[in-house]
């Protein structure tokens, strides 16, 4: 049950290099950056 621990660890986290916001799995096309910095509109 250990290995589950480390598995979870060893997952790279996403975070916005603009704002430092955790990136959801879905945004993982925008980059490096989360829904709010990478938004067309601003
Ligand atoms: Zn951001």
Do not use: W
Request: proline share 5%; with cysteine.
């Amino acid at each position: 049950m250990m290995n589950v621990i480390e598995f979870f660890r060893n997952l790279p986290k996403k975070q916005c290099t603009k704002c430092g916001h955790a990136i959801h799995e879905q945004a993982d096309c925008y980059g490096n950056e989360c829904d709010e910095c990478s938004h067309p509109a601003r």
